[in-house]
C-alpha cells in the first residue's frame, strides 16, 4: 500500500473514495474534523435521512458527483469519550473489508480530531487497521473471471495537519507487511513449507539483510551436537530436522541480547498418538511459533531497531512411521536429561526443551522468550482472544503483557506453581514430558522451565488460540492471524537501552 498526506482538502486527487468519520452523540452525528462549509448537499441529505448513526465501525456509501472520488464514505466512530486505539483498529478495518468487498482501491481520508489521544497513536491505530486485513491468500484458486478477482486497496492519502503522519503510517506499513509475511508462511501448504523451506527462508532473509548473519544446522549436526529430543520427534519423518539460528546486532556495542525461540513443528500428525479427524486438518499451522519469530526478525531489521535479538528455530514434522518414538520409550536431551515420552502428540516441548539448553549454553542470553502452538488446554482456557505467558520473571512478564496490551496481542499470565514439578516425576527417567489434560498449558511450561537457569528471565507464550483462527475477526482474516510479531516489536522497541 502507498501512503501519501496533505494538509488541505481542495488539493485532494482522483480516488476511489473519500472517508469522513463522525462521532455518535445522542442519537446525533458529529464530524471528527474541524468542519468547512462547501460540502456537496448530499453529505447533509446522507446524514439526515437516519441511515447513518455514527456508530463504532458504521459505513454509509454513497456516489456523488463533481468531485475527486466517485463516493464518499461516511465511517463512524462510535462514542467520543469511549474512543481507543483499539478503537481505531477496528473501525477502520471494517473499512477495509468493506472497500475489499466493493474493489475499492484508492481512498482520500480525513484524520479524525482526538483530543484525548496523541497525534502519532491516531495516526498507527488508523494505520494498522486499514494495513492488517488488507489481506489475501489465494495463490491456490483457480482463475477467476476478471470481474470476480478480489482486489487490494493500493493507496491512501491522509488529510490533515500532523506533520509526522507519513514517517509512522510507513512504519507501521513495514510493521504489517511482516505480519503477511508470517500469515503466508503459516497459511502454506505443509508439502511447501518443510524443515528445509524454512531454512531457506532464512537463508534469503539473510541475503538481503546483510545485519543478519544465519547459520543453519543440518541432520548430521543436530547428531554431533546431541539435540536428542528435536531427532526423536524427527524420527517418524521422511525429512530431516533444522535447527536454524539467526543473529542481528542493531546495537553492537552491547552485550544485552534477547533469545527468541519459536516451534517449528511444520505438520503434526500426533506421532503415534495419532490425532482424530477434525484435530488435525490445520496442524500446518504448527510452526505459527517459528513463522511469528521469522517475521518478527523481518520487522526488526528493517526498521534498523537498536537492539540485539538471536532468532533459533527447531524444525521438524511430527510424522508417523515404523521409525517414530514410541510412547513409553526414554531420550536423552541436550541438557543431558533423560526423559519418558509419555505421550507423542505432545512433542513441541520436547524440541523447544532443547533449543532453550542449546541457547543457554551458547548464545549468552540476557532474556529467553518461547514462542509457540504448544498446547490446545491454552484455548480451552482463553479461546482466541489472547495467548497464556508463563514466567518465572516478574519484571520479563509484566514487560510483554503491557506490550500486548499496548498492540492488543493480548497475554494473559498463568502460573508456574512448583507443585507442577510433582507431575513430571518419572520412575524411569529423569522427567516424564506429559501427565495428563489437568492443567495442561501449565504443565507443559514448567517442562521448558526446567530446560531454563532461574538466573536467565524466561517467558513462554503458549499461542495455540491465537494463531490460527476459524472465523475472521474485526481486523484478522480467517486462518492465520500472526498474531506475536507486533507484540514481540513493540516489546523489542521499548527494552530498556543499556
Known amino acids: 500500500m502507498k501512503f501519501a498526506h496533505i494538509e488541505q482538502l481542495e488539493k485532494r486527487k482522483k480516488t476511489d473514495g473519500f472517508v469522513l468519520p463522525y462521532w455518535k452523540d445522542n442519537q446525533k452525528t458529529q464530524p471528527a474534523f474541524t468542519y468547512k462549509k462547501g460540502w456537496p448537499s448530499i453529505v447533509d441529505e446522507a446524514l439526515a435521512s437516519g441511515d447513518f448513526r455514527g456508530n463504532e465501525g458504521e459505513t454509509l456509501f454513497f456516489y456523488v458527483e463533481d468531485q475527486p472520488e466517485k463516493r464518499f464514505c461516511l465511517l463512524g466512530l462510535g462514542t467520543k469519550e469511549k474512543m481507543t486505539v483499539e478503537g481505531l483498529r477496528r473501525c477502520y478495518g471494517g473499512l477495509t473489508k468493506n472497500c475489499l468487498s466493493k474493489r475499492l482501491k484508492s481512498l482520500n481520508l480525513v484524520i479524525p480530531e482526538i483530543k484525548n489521544i496523541k497525534e502519532e497513536k491516531i495516526i498507527k491505530g488508523i494505520a494498522e487497521g486499514l494495513f492488517l486485513p488488507n489481506y489475501l491468500f489465494n495463490r491456490h484458486k483457480s482463475l477467476e473471471p476478471e470481474e470476480q478477482k478480489e482486489t487490494l486497496l493500493q493507496s491512501v492519502t491522509w488529510i490533515g495537519s500532523f506533520p509526522h503522519t507519513l514517517e509512522i503510517a510507513n512504519e507501521v506499513m513495514t510493521i504489517c507487511e511482516a505480519v503477511h509475511y508470517t500469515r503466508d508462511l503459516i497459511n502454506e501448504n505443509a508439502d511447501v513449507v518443510t524443515p528445509q523451506y524454512l531454512a531457506v527462508s532464512a537463508q534469503d532473509m539473510a541475503s538481503k539483510h546483510p545485519a543478519i548473519k544465519t547459520t543453519i544446522f543440518d541432520k548430521k549436526r543436530i547428531e554431533k551436537e546431541a539435540l536428542g529430543l528435536l531427532l526423536a520427534v524427527n524420527r517418524g519423518s521422511a525429512l530431516d530436522p533444522a535447527f536454524i539460528i539467526m543473529e542481528y ?51 526488526v531489521c528493517q526498521l534498523k531497531v537498536k537492539v540485539n535479538l538471536t532468532v533459533v ?55 529467553l522468550i518461547d ?32 506490550a500486548g496490551n499496548e498492540t492488543f496481542e ?17 520412575d524411569i527417567a529423569d522427567m516424564k514430558s506429559w501427565n495428563g489434560r ?56 521499548n527494552l530498556p537501552q543499556p
Open 371 to 402: 514462542i509457540a502452538t504448544l498446547t490446545g488446554a491454552i484455548e480451552v482456557a482463553l479461546g482466541s482472544e489472547a495467548a497464556g505467558i508463563m514466567s518465572q520473571s516478574d519484571e520479563l512478564a509484566q514487560a510483554l503483557t503491557q
Open 313 to 367: 528455530i527447531p524444525t521438524t514434522e511430527n510424522g508417523i512411521d515404523a521409525k517414530s518414538f514410541k510412547p513409553g520409550d526414554v531420550y536423552r536431551s541436550y541438557l543431558g536429561k533423560t526423559v519418558e515420552m509419555t505421550n507423542s502428540d505432545a512433542e513441541g516441548r520436547l524440541i523447544l526443551a532443547d533449543a532453550l539448553a542449546y541457547a543457554v549454553k551458547n548464545l549468552q542470553p540476557t532474556r
Open 438 to 493: 489437568s492443567a495442561g498449558a501449565n504443565v507443559a511450561a514448567y517442562f521448558l522451565r526446567l530446560f531454563v537457569p532461574d538466573s536467565i528471565p524466561w517467558a513462554h507464550i503458549d499461542i495455540a488460540g491465537t494463531a490460527y483462527v476459524s472465523e475472521a475477526k474485526k481486523y484478522q482474516p480467517k486462518y492465520a492471524t500472526g498474531y506475536g510479531v507486533r507484540l514481540l516489536l513493540e516489546f523489542l522497541q
Open 249 to 299: 546486532r542493531g546495537n553492537p556495542k552491547s552485550s544485552d541480547k534477547t533469545v527468541l525461540i519459536g516451534k517449528g513443528v511444520t505438520y503434526d500428525t500426533g506421532g503415534l498418538n495419532l490425532k482424530p479427524t477434525g484435530s488435525m486438518e490445520t496442524m500446518k499451522c504448527d510452526m505459527s511459533g517459528a513463522a511469528v519469530c521469522l517475521g518478527t526478525m523481518l520487522a
Open 410 to 426: 493480548r497475554v494473559w499470565r498463568m502460573p508456574l506453581f512448583d507443585e507442577y514439578k510433582e507431575r513430571l516425576k518419572s
